[in-house]
């Protein structure tokens, strides 16, 4: 019997942030045999989650708080109110619908549409606490980000991932910061003992793109991206397409490059605004959150690769009693 893609899930996420807790519910609401998830169900759920970690000498996180479950009717509100925006925003795409008669959520007719089932990998994709055999799941990831920035750059561009195994690039880290120097028109800049013997990292790089102008010349326009999938390290993880951290291995003539970083995370906060508590976290980079990455996909009809495709279908296949 083959290994469910998502285990844990009888415990709470670990901080208060929203946005944790609106996918928690939406991943309890698509795992139900039921087909929903009400303010009964997560008062359950924090209370599951604090007799596991009281059961558990080893266990990483704190008890739930005993004033979340009291006041849990209050976190629900303003969980609501971020599910509530999600129906409203992603309209067609999203697989899940407001209760009518109940404070809760539950499957949407709509949920096998593509554009839904973006969202679920997407929603899948934030869910790296639950996923014990992640790597599959942020290397579907960065192809289903590469697939999107193909189509967010000028016509023409060559655009790469820059993975061991993507393709374009050697295996051995050297060697592919070389090419890319050369792709950029630039030159490498590491010393000899940058890399261990048989470093196959992507030395902070996912997605690399340039377009070449017709000629040989160097100052073309340069993008470098990276992914992540962490609910924490969307903080600090895109500095690693900084001028600071790149100039140890390459050199570019190019005066700056755009910059992006790939999040499946929903950091919508209606209208202009981000989430709340998130805009001054926010890195100087073009984010592309979960909203952005659909709406991407769904303006120039973006398929899910098939990596992506596989992790949906592990997910709808799971459920959780």
């Known amino acids: 019997m083959a290994a469910e893609l998502l285990v844990g899930l009888d415990r709470a996420p670990r901080h208060t942030h929203t946005y944790l807790w609106a996918d928690y519910i939406e991943l309890r609401c698509w795992l139900s045999l039921d087909g929903y998830f009400s303010l009964d169900d997560a008062e359950e759920a924090l209370q599951e989650s604090a007799d596991y970690n009281a059961g558990n000498e080893d266990a990483a996180e704190a008890e739930a708080p005993e004033e979340w479950i009291d006041k849990m009717s209050g976190k629900w509100s303003t969980c609501e109110l971020a599910l509530r925006r999600r129906a409203q925003v992603f309209g067609a795409a999203y697989p899940f619908r407001i209760a009518e008669d109940y404070r809760g959520i539950e499957k949407s007719l709509a949920g096998d549409s593509g554009d839904a089932r973006w969202y679920r990998f997407l929603l899948v994709a934030s869910a790296l606490r639950y996923i014990p055999r992640h790597n ?68 902070g790089l996912d997605l690399v793109a340039w377009h070449p102008l017709w000629d040989q010349r160097n100052r073309i326009p340069v993008a470098l991206a990276q992914c992540g999938c962490s609910s924490e390290e969307w903080k600090t993880k895109p500095m690693s397409t900084s001028r600071d951290k790149l100039n140890n291995l390459f050199g570019l003539s190019t005066s ?17 605004r981000w989430t709340d508590g998130v805009d001054g976290d926010l890195p100087a980079v073009i984010v592309m959150d979960r909203l952005r990455i659909l709406r991407a996909a769904q303006h120039f009809e973006t398929p899910l690769p098939r990596s992506a495709e596989e992790r949906v279908a592990e997910f709808d296949a799971q459920t959780f009693r």
Do not use: C, I
């Open 136 to 203: 599959a799941t942020t290397m579907a990831f960065e192809e289903a980000s590469l697939a999107v920035f193909r189509n967010l750059l000028p016509l023409g561009s060559e655009v790469h991932g820059f993975w061991p195994g993507a393709g374009r690039y050697p295996a051995g880290a050297p060697e592919r910061v070389t090419q890319l120097a050369a792709d950029l028109r630039g030159w490498p800049t590491f010393s000899d003992n940058a890399f261990k013997a048989g470093d196959r990292g992507d030395s």
């Open 256 to 272: 700056e490059w755009g910059r992006y970083y790939f999040m499946p995370h929903d950091m919508h906060g209606g209208g202009h």
